[in-house]
């Protein structure tokens, strides 16, 4: 009886696809941000994968458009050019794909502490997620830092204080 009930319910119902990355797909007809499917006239749910189930939560959407550029309006101001730049680059990272490059990095580095270095990859992590708990942290292993590359795909991802890290492991 199970085996019958459960082969009717999959011949009536179409499966979810459960996506393993976040940015474009389906021929750059939607774009993937954490449990939405973004398309042209719809925002739809979208259900985690086993590849992204730990990390979607980090992308659900809170706070208002208006509040957001309040605060990013600070960059705007003379002397925060460097910064404005980072933070229009995570709004560009979803356009490389469609360009054909393949990837970039852009590094803020002062010595001293204090300079919104910390910040700035805040709200470039806001533009798609929350602004701390998406960062990739020094802590993180390779191999949690490979995966959580793979999955924010075409979203910029963000690591902060790498200065004391071996070439190889930045590499």
Request: net charge positive; charged share 20%; no cysteine.
């Amino acid at each position: 009886y199970v085996n019958h009930y459960i082969k009717s319910y999959q011949r009536e119902k179409k499966a979810k696809v459960a996506r393993v990355q976040f940015g474009w797909a389906d021929d750059y007809s939607s774009f993937i941000v954490g449990d939405r499917e973004i398309r042209p006239n719809e925002i739809v749910y979208s259900p985690p994968s086993a590849s992204t189930v730990r990390t979607a939560p980090k992308f659900r959407k809170r706070g208002t458009l208006e509040e957001w550029q309040k605060v990013a309006d600070f960059y705007t101001s003379k002397g925060q050019e460097v910064p404005f730049f980072a933070l229009m680059a995570g709004f560009a990272a979803p356009l490389m794909s469609i360009l054909g490059i393949q990837g970039g990095i852009i590094s803020l580095y002062s010595p001293e502490g204090g300079t919104g270095k910390s910040t700035t990859l805040h709200m470039v992590n806001s533009i798609f997620g929350h602004p701390k708990e998406s960062m990739l942290i020094a802590n993180d292993t390779v191999n949690s830092r490979l995966h959580r590359l793979g999955v924010l795909n075409n979203i910029a991802a963000t690591i902060d204080e790498i200065t004391n890290e071996t070439p190889e492991s930045i590499s």
